[in-house]
């Protein structure tokens, strides 16, 4: 496997900026096409220690509470 460091730095640059967003004000789409999250998730999650990431990653935009 070939990796450039390029493509890492600009990874870590995103990730950045991502995380450094106001998570009530992120809009998030797949496939194109907006993912409708309740803001009770978002509130939720906000103050939990993780990162914007996570809240996606951990699946919390998809069942708050329930799926964890």
Do not use: C
Not at 7 to 29: Q, T, V
Not at 40 to 49: E, S
């Amino acid at each position: 496997m070939r990796v450039n460091i390029e493509h890492i730095e600009y990874l870590m640059d995103e990730r950045f900026k991502i995380n450094d967003a106001d998570l009530s004000k992120i809009k998030f789409f797949k496939n194109g096409k907006r993912v409708k999250i309740p803001k009770k998730y978002i509130r939720d999650f906000q103050f939990m220690g993780l990162n914007n990431i996570d809240f996606i990653t951990t699946g919390f935009y998809l069942t708050g509470w329930k799926g964890m």
